[in-house]
């Protein structure tokens, strides 16, 4: 068969003349459970995208989760400059100054058994290396995690995810187990007054691990505060109670701060909430800001054993430098100007905001969150929590219609859910224009649905 080469496209002001949509349909897999929004974004500021219509729209989901500092933040946009211009990328033996630098100043952020780092590219990576390093150091293979998490699209990450449907995939990976997630407003464990049963819950979770474990329990994966799961805070103590299961089995926790690491709760980490720190914690959206770097973080003493054993985690951007320096400057900017302190604040400014806004409309039935991240559940009904699923999808298209993106967890049985998580960076101004939208948008789909 002969080939002719196509003919160049003509590169032009009319690049798409079917129209942007018509090319983006024959010529993007689709991925996402949702689809594409409806919006061109053509710039991206600050808090602040502004789509090729002129809207100017409010970041309330920074980027993916990720944009902590807000959109070209002066600092990365300097180092992504002087970086790529002077030490991109390199063989991954080659280890760079930023890369040290870094791994330090994560340390210096952290309690001292978490002093040894790996530099990587995205979360579900981090989680890969974390799991392969667990399973390696304890010499088991049976990872546990909560039955609303989520850890990352790929091969053991995704099998400890179960906040997305597990269906059209084949086999996932033997040895993957759950326990019920920690969800003080829909969990079905009680004591005799209402209030959530969450030990109950736990050693009821723990009991049907141990039934279903063929004796080979490595670790448990957990996020502090689950995200795309519909943010759920487990209770204050939970954490110290797990960890407490986990040591009586010789099993690893892996706190996964993918969303809630640096800053956007109001602690650096939102393990230090709860008192409990984890074997081995993985970071990533919120250590790139934006950019694609994450790490895994562990013990000396786990790292040596696996390095005795040769962990081999050798992928082509581990390490790189462009990569490690962004990382480096994100920590910087936050240490130097006390971003855990300026999302305590903004935060609780936002979740006043939220309280009024619930005290107004009753199709809120629950708030939760720290610091800035925030979760808003919708119902139909206080009394019955039937989850507002049509409601709330109506609220997210009202709110972008307006100027204002904020995300629904679109996500099996968590519809309703609106995540709020605005880049720290964020004016008062803006936060207060955000809850008025949220405000306007709440009355408009009351009045739709
Ligand atoms: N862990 C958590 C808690 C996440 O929220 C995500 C992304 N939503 C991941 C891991 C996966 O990260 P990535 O998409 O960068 O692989």
Avoid at 76 to 83: G, K, L, M
Avoid at 244 to 249: A, L, P, S
Avoid at 334 to 363: F, I, P, S, W
């Amino acid at each position: 068969m002969t080939m002719t080469s196509p003919t160049p496209p003509a590169v032009s002001a009319s690049r798409h003349p079917e129209g942007f949509w018509d090319t983006a349909r024959r010529h993007l897999v689709r991925y996402g459970p949702a689809g594409f929004l409806p919006t061109v974004i053509d710039r991206a500021e600050g808090s602040h995208l502004f789509d090729e219509d002129g809207r100017d729209i409010l970041d309330f989901t920074s980027g993916q989760m990720s944009s902590l500092l807000g959109h070209s933040h002066p600092a990365v946009v300097e180092t992504v400059t002087r970086s790529i211009s002077t030490l991109d990328h390199l063989f991954s033996g080659m280890i760079t100054r930023p890369v040290v630098d870094l791994a330090q100043a994560l340390a210096e952020t952290l309690p001292p058994t978490l002093s040894k780092t790996m530099v990587l590219s995205t979360g579900g990576e981090s989680n890969e290396a974390a799991i392969k390093m667990a399973k390696l150091y304890t010499g088991k293979h049976e990872i546990v995690s909560f039955d609303q998490s989520y850890h990352g699209s790929t091969h053991a990450a995704g099998a400890a995810t179960y906040s997305l449907s597990r269906a059209g995939y084949g086999p996932i990976a033997p040895g993957n187990l759950i326990i019920p997630t920690p969800n003080p407003y829909r969990s079905v464990f009680r004591n005799a007054d209402g209030e959530h049963d969450w030990q109950g819950e736990l050693d009821f979770g723990f009991a049907m691990v141990d039934r279903q474990s063929v004796g080979s329990l490595a670790a448990f994966i957990a996020e502090p505060i689950l995200g795309t799961g519909g943010l759920i805070v487990p209770p204050d103590g939970y954490f110290a109670a797990l960890r407490r299961k986990c040591d009586e089995r010789g099993m690893l926790l892996i706190l996964d701060e993918a969303q809630t690491g640096l800053c956007r709760t109001g602690d650096w980490y939102a393990f230090q909430h709860q008192g409990v720190a984890p074997d081995i914690l993985t970071i990533s959206k919120t250590l790139g800001a934006g950019l694609p770097v994450s790490a895994v973080i562990t013990s000396e003493e786990i790292e040596a054993v696996c390095a005795e054993r040769r962990f081999m985690f050798t992928t082509t951007h581990v390490s790189d430098p462009l990569a490690a320096a962004v990382g480096l400057t994100v920590v910087n900017v936050l240490r130097d100007e006390q971003y855990d302190l300026v999302a305590r604040e903004k935060g609780a400014r936002l979740r006043a905001g939220l309280v009024e806004l619930a005290a107004r409309h009753e199709h809120i039935g629950d708030l939760r969150g720290r610091g800035l991240f925030q979760g808003v559940e919708l119902v139909t009904d206080r009394q019955t929590k039937e989850p507002a699923d049509e409601f709330g999808t109506t609220v997210t298209a009202e709110c972008l219609k307006r100027g204002l993106h904020l995300n629904i967890a679109q996500m099996r049985g968590v519809n309703s859910i609106l995540r709020i998580a605005p880049p720290l960076t964020t004016s008062v101004e803006d936060l207060d224009l955000g809850l008025e939208i949220l405000d306007e948008s709440l009355t408009a789909a009351r009045e739709t649905t």
